[in-house]
Every structure is written in structure tokens, then in C-alpha cells.
């Protein structure tokens, strides 16, 4: 069985900081990993997902996440964030050939100005 | 054009009620699910559909009963409501070409308030 932990609950920061959100699975087989925002009163939205190849992986409004097969983690990071980052951040796992995806509990991000 | 629509969005009722939410995408996925979103926003898989069969069914209570009349649309309907139903509920949909590769597309949700 395949588990998600965000370390962090909510992560203030500075408009402009960098920010990183951590993420730390747990599978005995293969998987894929995601990161999701939801912005208030809206769905998840895809940021980024990691299949296989370069373990850096790039996604939408600047963020990036690197995959660390050692350490079982999916950090989430941002040089720079605006207040518009503020929201709920999700890591989520798949397993390689399967349908279920496990989320993590959430991080919320809010930037201050 | 929205991708994954729900109807409602909003929905207030009494405790004992028997109501249901419906999901329509029009991206052509193959796969639909349901979520329960809490008040902690702890997001948790209730159902998954395959090309209109039941792949995932977490141990949700059979009150709770799916149904996939054709690959766009997944319905959720609720017999006999509890004040421990009330949340968000989320329907999303992906294409699985490979299995849990896909990226999910969510609803904007519908929020269940139980009285």
C-alpha cells in the first residue's frame, strides 16, 4: 500500500521568498508522483507530475519538484512566489498500473506581503 | 467549455434524505472518480470508473451508490443522509492509457451540508 506524508500543514512566507514543500511517500512498487493547487472554492489543479526520466521536472507558474529515489521524496520549490500562490498544495502517489491515487493531507501556502 | 461540470454546487438538506450529485466531462477520458473532501481538506478516494466498470470501491458505505450510464458522465447518489456526510465532493476524470499515469481533472465540487 502506497502512503503520501506533507510534512508541513501551512508554510508562510514572504511575497518574493523562495519557498519549498516537502513530500514524502512510502510504495513497495513502482509509482508516479503529483503535485496539485487548489485555489479557494475551486478543484484541484495539476502543478506538475513526475512518470520517469530527469528527476527534476517543471511545471506551470514557475514551480519544480525533484524526485529522490533514496529518500522517497517529491519537494515541491519556487525561487520566488507571489501572492497569487497562496492556496492548498497536494502530493499525491499513483502505483505504476493501477487507478488510485493517494493524496497527502495538504500544505496551505500563504504569501504575505 | 468546462471540462468537468457538477451539478449542484450547493446543496443544503435534512439528515434521512436521499439526494444525488451529477459529473459530466467532455475531454473523452476513459476514467471518473469520486472524492469526499473534509473540513481538514483531507482528500479521499470514495470511487473509481473504468470505461463504465467499478475498478475502486474504498470502503465507503453502501449508502453511497455510483453509477456510470456512459464514459462522460459518473452520477453519485446518497441514501439516507448523515450529518457525517456533509463536505465537498469532487468528481475528476483521466486518461489512463497507463494505469495511474494520467492527470486527473477535477470539478469545482459540490458542497453538502447535512442538517
Known amino acids: 500500500a502506497q502512503s503520501v506524508t506533507q510534512l508541513d500543514s501551512q508554510v508562510p512566507v514572504f511575497e518574493e521568498a523562495p519557498v519549498e514543500l516537502r513530500c514524502n511517500y512510502s510504495s513497495s512498487v513502482s509509482v508516479y508522483l503529483f503535485w496539485y493547487v487548489q485555489y479557494p472554492n475551486q478543484g484541484l489543479q495539476l502543478l506538475l507530475k513526475?512518470?520517469?526520466?530527469?528527476?527534476l521536472v517543471k511545471g506551470i507558474n514557475g514551480f519544480e519538484a525533484e524526485f529522490n529515489k533514496s529518500q522517497t521524496s517529491f519537494h515541491l520549490r519556487k525561487p520566488s512566489v507571489h501572492i497569487s500562490d497562496t492556496a492548498e498544495y497536494f502530493c499525491a502517489v499513483s502505483n505504476t498500473g493501477g487507478f488510485k491515487t493517494i493524496f497527502g493531507a495538504g500544505t496551505r501556502l500563504f504569501v504575505k506581503a | 467549455d468546462t471540462a468537468v461540470s457538477q451539478t449542484p454546487k450547493y446543496l443544503v438538506t435534512q439528515m434521512g434524505n436521499d439526494k444525488s450529485i451529477k459529473c459530466e466531462q467532455n475531454?473523452?477520458?476513459?476514467?471518473m472518480y469520486w472524492y469526499k473532501q473534509d473540513s481538514k481538506k483531507f482528500l479521499k478516494i470514495m470511487f473509481s470508473y473504468n470505461n463504465k466498470e467499478l475498478i475502486i470501491n474504498e470502503t465507503v458505505p453502501n449508502r453511497f451508490s455510483p453509477k456510470s450510464p456512459d464514459k462522460a458522465h459518473l452520477n453519485l447518489h446518497i441514501n439516507s443522509l448523515e450529518l457525517g456526510d456533509s463536505a465537498v465532493y469532487f468528481c475528476?476524470?483521466?486518461?489512463?492509457?497507463?494505469?495511474?499515469?494520467?492527470?486527473?481533472?477535477f470539478g469545482p465540487g459540490t458542497r453538502l451540508l447535512v442538517l
Open positions: 475531454l473523452g477520458h476513459d476514467t
Open positions: 475528476a476524470s483521466s486518461q489512463e492509457t497507463s494505469g495511474g499515469a494520467g492527470t486527473q481533472y
Open positions: 513526475y512518470l520517469s526520466g530527469s528527476t
